[in-house]
């Protein structure tokens, strides 16, 4: 057996940056997820998990018990900027029998949304380019958020979008229920990357393919595939 070691050449990473976001609308029928959207501007992400909280339970004069309750899955997303498909999602309604009629009216019913972005994953001797995480977020509700304009001047400032999420997980095969399924491009084999990057992002040619949101059976389809 060899000794542990610490702080080895390569084995020093970090996780940063968010980018490649990609957002699917819940429109479809029986709430299917549409096609993705890129979604520019994004500037940060923060992932916030709550609950998993132990209850203690005693009897017979000791604790006899944990009790965990269930865990929640939350999301903060900041952006300079929106898919304009996005609005249906922020409680926002097109007015008008013209399509794109550029007016829109708000405190509307909200769809829901799946997310996917992509963090980067360094190391000491790679930099930044080490590998990276693809984040997918499922059933998804944005919540009503504060917006501050302030008048231009000799400090400009672009004004920054914020969204509280929420989510509902969806059902896996012989796993509890998730919200959240992250994949790591750096254990995944790369043949299997392509196939879910090709469904995550579309595909160019002829015939090319149009950007979708995969369930987590179907990430697992791909992974248990030959």
């Keep these: 057996m060899a000794v542990l070691t610490w702080d080895a050449d390569g084995a020093r990473h970090f996780e940063t940056g ?3 976001g990609v957002l699917y609308p819940r429109t479809g029928t029986n709430g299917a997820y549409d096609d993705g959207i890129a ?21 017979d004069n000791i604790k006899y018990l944990s009790m965990m309750s269930a865990e929640e899955f939350g999301a903060t997303i900041e952006a300079y900027t929106y ?35 992509r963090t980067e994953i360094g190391n ?12 997918l977020l499922y059933g998804c ?9 302030q008048t231009i001047n000799d400090s400009p400032e672009a004004i920054t979008f914020s969204w509280e999420v929420t989510t509902t997980p969806i059902a896996v095969t012989d796993f509890l229920p998730t919200s959240c399924l992250i994949i790591d491009s750096t254990k995944i084999a790369s043949g299997k990357l392509t196939s879910i990057e090709a ?20 990430i697992i389809a791909i992974l248990d595939a030959a």
Excluded at 95 to 117: D, H, M, N, P
Excluded at 124 to 135: E, I, Q, S, T
Excluded at 141 to 149: D, K, V
């Design 124 to 135: 000491d001797v790679d930099g930044n380019a080490h590998g990276y995480r693809l984040h």
């Design 199 to 218: 469904l995550l992002y579309g595909t160019d040619g002829t015939p090319g393919t149009t950007a979708s949101l995969p369930t987590p059976d179907e």
């Design 83 to 117: 898919p304009d498909e996005f609005a249906v999602c922020d409680g926002s309604a097109e007015v008008g029998e013209v399509t794109g009629s550029g007016v829109t009216i708000g405190q509307q019913a909200r769809v829901g949304f799946g997310l996917c972005y």
């Design 18 to 20: 968010v980018s490649k």
């Design 39 to 59: 979604w520019n501007g994004l500037t940060s992400i923060t992932e916030s998990p709550s609950g998993a909280e132990a209850t203690p339970l005693y009897a």
């Design 141 to 149: 509700m944005a919540a009503p958020s504060e917006r501050a304009y």
